[in-house]
């Protein structure tokens, strides 16, 4: 049994001529170059891996695979420690592929970056015949939304079945990595009304349900097909993304909104102190009008106002009893005096 680890794996899209010379190098770490088996992989499009080579710290030269033994690929140890190189003296259309390592400790497999080598130039005439076209996205997207991907393959001089990888580069990063390898799909092709005879049109869809930001970035189509392997021109999905305030933005919102809080407190204070106020004054008014001795309150007030005080006396005086056989003369129940003397205050 043989666990794979989930690892993010990049791959490097390479474009070279035939007859160039190509280097290709793979770095291990010292764990794994002390205590591993490394290996050198070539895939195929649309084909299983093969295993290169294989290197162990002990061996000094590296162990080449079956046809590889006797081939112009050759696999060889750099200077630096847990780093190999790989080497194609003259490029040609059978080594179009894809090339990357891969180490194992027990039973742990680990895949490291990789590289794609395709061929460019006249001299790679098929190419001529076969197109690979993606359609651009106009709008933004939004997160949560779904979207599909088209790829359009024109082809006219091979009809065999077609193996679609799909690749994304994302934002800030140098090289685009595998998402999508539906392996052979041939059941999409139709004849092409829009195009002459005998050319045939392949549609593929990659569809990418709920997006996040994640998910941002410039999706290829590449197909294999024939023996070689047609590239797309990309299509960049954009998200719309919300503002992101720096820290001086930050603060400035809340200065602001403490501001704002407390002008509304500051209302909210004079609101209550300017009714409180009133209703005094109505209490003043209504007590010097309705109250007994209310004139006497009101003098008092203006008293306080002008500084000066006046003090006030009553005298009552109870009815006197008169004389047997004396007529009773009407006399006031209730005789109320009072004196009023002026002082000023100190």
């Not at 006797?70 to 490029?91: C, F, Q």
């Not at 790829?151 to 679609?164: A, F, K, N």
């Not at 800030?172 to 049109?201: F, L, W």
């Not at 003043?284 to 003090?311: F, I, S, W």
């Amino acid at each position: 049994v043989t666990q794979c680890n989930n690892v993010q794996w990049q791959v490097q899209v390479r474009e070279v001529y035939i007859g160039d010379p190509v280097t290709l190098y793979c770095v291990f770490s010292e764990i794994i170059y002390n205590r591993g088996n490394m290996f050198w992989f070539k895939q195929i499009m649309g084909e299983i891996p093969e295993v290169v080579a294989r290197m162990q710290k002990f061996q000094s030269r590296p162990e080449l695979y079956k046809e590889f033994k006797n081939s112009h690929l050759n696999v060889e140890k750099a200077e630096a420690d847990g780093t190999y190189r790989l080497t194609i003296p003259k490029m040609e259309p059978k080594d179009e592929a894809i090339y990357y390592c891969a180490s194992r400790i027990e039973y742990a497999v680990n895949f490291i970056n990789g590289t794609v080598l395709v061929l460019k130039g006249k001299n790679h005439q098929m190419s001529d015949y076969k197109t690979v076209v993606q359609r651009p996205m106009s709008d933004p997207f939004h997160p949560g939304e779904n979207v599909t991907l088209q790829c359009t393959v024109l082809s006219e001089t091979c009809t065999g079945e077609h193996s679609v990888y799909w690749f994304r580069a994302g934002s800030g990063e140098s090289h685009p990595g595998v998402i999508y390898t539906p392996g052979n799909r041939s059941d999409e092709c139709e004849k092409s009304p829009e195009t002459p005879s005998p050319t045939k049109s392949c549609v593929y869809n990659l569809s990418k349900n709920n997006l996040s930001l994640s998910d941002s970035g410039t999706y290829y189509c590449a197909v294999a097909t024939c023996g070689e392997i047609l590239f797309g021109n990309g299509t960049k999905l954009d998200m719309a993304t919300i503002k992101k305030w720096n820290k001086s933005e930050k603060a400035l919102v809340v200065v602001v909104v403490g501001l704002a809080v407390a002008l509304v407190l500051c209302g909210i204070g004079i609101i209550f102190l300017a009714c409180n106020r009133s209703k005094e004054q109505v209490c003043e008014n209504c007590k010097v009008g309705t109250c007994p001795g209310g004139r006497h309150d009101g003098l008092r007030g203006e008293q306080a106002q002008d500084g000066v005080t006046l003090n006030y006396g009553a005298l009552n005086f109870s009815e006197r009893k008169t004389k047997r056989g004396r007529k009773k003369r009407e006399t006031p129940q209730e005789s109320v005096y009072s004196d009023v003397r002026f002082s000023e205050r100190e």
